[in-house]
């Protein structure tokens, strides 16, 4: 390493550290944790869950419904989702090791892409069955899908509603939320078929009300899975403007360029930055880093900030740095 490398290094040690010494204390303090209640949540919708399936899979062989056992499906998969959501909740709070230097936030991550999947792969086998009873009619029973349906709809009501305030903050509780909220429109689905076949004995509703609501749960899950495999490749989360923050760097006082730029989600909660900026002066501050940081979060939810200063004349030497840099 050159001596010019090792200075630009060595400021970037210094200028990391103070940052993260003075400020990293007051930015964790408004980091969007997982509350603690959502462990109630987790459980208590758990055995909901494992409660309702049992009932719900003997009620629907009973009552020959291929929509009631498709739901007992579905519910299954809530189960497994929940248990991994509650799982990478957990171990995102973990401290970091020597081997996991960022700890395991990236559970929740995984979490959410793998709950985006899981819905899918359940969707997939509804549509499958629902087919397949198209070619061979069954007669169900109307009353027995009703009664069965509609303690789904409270069931997964209440899980969902438990779920929905953090939902808007952490991708990995709106996989939950939407499993939860999605079981509760099919189960509300399934009881509206069944009147319709108590009255009208038109049994064709019942897989054709399991295509229409296979439909709704795709479309609703495509934006999970998309965020969710974003986050994964270490992309930009769809909650912060990556033009906007490079617009907002490039105007800081003496800042003359910038390069390496990089924005990615650490957890479905918490996202870094890491820029290379160049300047026309060796004056910068510790406060004007604090003062970047604490702006980041502020206005773009970036919680964890890393800068290295450069000089206009050092940029170029910059194994990082672009043909283009000042």
Same mark, same amino acid.
Request: aromatic share 10%; hydrophobic share 45%; proline share 2%.
């Given at each position: 390493?050159?001596n010019?490398d090792h200075?630009?290094?060595?400021?970037?040690q210094?200028?990391?550290?103070h940052?993260?010494?003075?400020?990293?204390?007051?930015?964790?303090?408004?980091?969007h944790?997982?509350?603690?209640?959502?462990?109630?949540?987790f459980?208590?919708?758990?055995?909901?869950?494992?409660?309702?399936?049992?009932?719900?899979?003997?009620?629907?062989?009973?009552?020959?419904?291929?929509?009631?056992?498709?739901?007992?499906?579905?519910?299954l998969?809530d189960v497994?989702?929940?248990?991994?959501?509650?799982?990478?909740?957990?171990?995102?709070k973990k401290?970091?090791?020597?081997?996991?230097?960022y700890?395991?936030?990236?559970?929740?991550? #995984?979490?959410?892409?793998?709950? =985006?999947? %899981?819905? $899918?792969i +359940?969707? @997939?086998?509804? !549509?499958?069955?629902?087919?397949?009873?198209?070619?061979k009619?069954?007669?169900?029973?109307?009353?027995?899908?009703?009664?069965?349906?509609?303690?789904?709809?409270?069931?997964?009501?209440?899980?969902?509603?438990?779920?929905?305030?953090?939902?808007?903050?952490?991708?990995?509780?709106k996989?939950?939320? #939407?499993?939860?909220?999605?079981? =509760?429109? %099919?189960? $509300?689905? +399934?009881? @509206?078929?069944? !009147?319709?076949?108590?009255?009208?004995?038109?049994?064709?509703?019942?897989?054709?009300?399991?295509?229409?609501?296979?439909?709704?749960?795709?479309?609703?899950?495509?934006?999970?899975?998309?965020?969710?495999?974003?986050?994964?490749?270490?992309?930009?989360?769809?909650n912060?403007?990556?033009?906007?923050?490079?617009?907002?760097?490039?105007?800081?006082?003496?800042?003359?360029?910038?390069?390496?730029?990089? !924005?990615?989600?650490?957890?479905?909660?918490?996202?870094?930055?890491?820029?290379?900026?160049?300047?026309?002066?060796?004056?910068h501050?510790?406060?004007?880093?604090?003062?970047?940081?604490?702006?980041?979060?502020?206005?773009?939810?970036i919680?964890?900030?890393t800068?290295?200063?450069?000089?206009?004349?050092?940029?170029?030497?910059?194994?990082?740095?672009?043909?283009?840099?000042?």
């Open positions: 390493m050159s010019l200075s630009t290094h060595d400021m970037h210094f200028n990391h550290s940052l993260h010494d003075h400020a990293h204390e007051h930015i964790h303090g408004h980091h944790h997982i509350p603690q209640s959502f462990g109630k949540a459980a208590l919708g758990i055995s909901l869950n494992l409660i309702y399936i049992c009932a719900e899979t003997i009620w629907g062989i009973f009552a020959n419904s291929l929509a009631l056992i498709a739901d007992a499906g579905h519910n998969s497994f989702a929940l248990a991994t959501a509650w799982g990478a909740s957990y171990l995102s401290k970091p090791s020597p081997n996991f230097t700890g395991y936030r990236r559970t929740s991550i #995984l979490a959410s892409l793998s709950n =985006a999947i %899981l819905l $899918l +359940v969707t @997939g086998g509804i !549509i499958w069955e629902s087919i397949e009873r198209f070619y009619p069954a007669t169900v029973t109307g009353k027995t899908i009703i009664l069965v349906a509609l303690l789904g709809v409270v069931i997964n009501g209440i899980t969902a509603l438990m779920f929905h305030s953090g939902q808007k903050e952490d991708l990995n509780i996989g939950a939320f #939407l499993h939860m909220a999605y079981d =509760a429109l %099919l189960s $509300l689905s +399934v009881a @509206g078929a069944g !009147i319709i076949i108590f009255f009208t004995h038109w049994n064709m509703l019942d897989p054709i009300t399991s295509l229409i609501v296979a439909a709704i749960i795709i479309w609703g899950t495509w934006s999970l899975l998309k965020d969710s495999v974003t986050l994964a490749m270490d992309g930009v989360p769809s912060v403007d990556a033009f906007a923050v490079e617009t907002y760097l490039r105007s800081l006082p003496n800042i003359i360029d910038l390069h390496d730029l990089h !924005i990615w989600a650490l957890s479905t909660t918490e996202t870094a930055l890491t820029v290379h900026l160049v300047s026309n002066t060796n004056q501050s510790d406060q004007f880093l604090n003062m970047v940081a604490q702006r980041l979060k502020e206005k773009f939810r919680n964890h900030s800068f290295q200063i450069e000089q206009k004349n050092e940029a170029s030497f910059c194994n990082l740095a672009d043909i283009n840099t000042v």
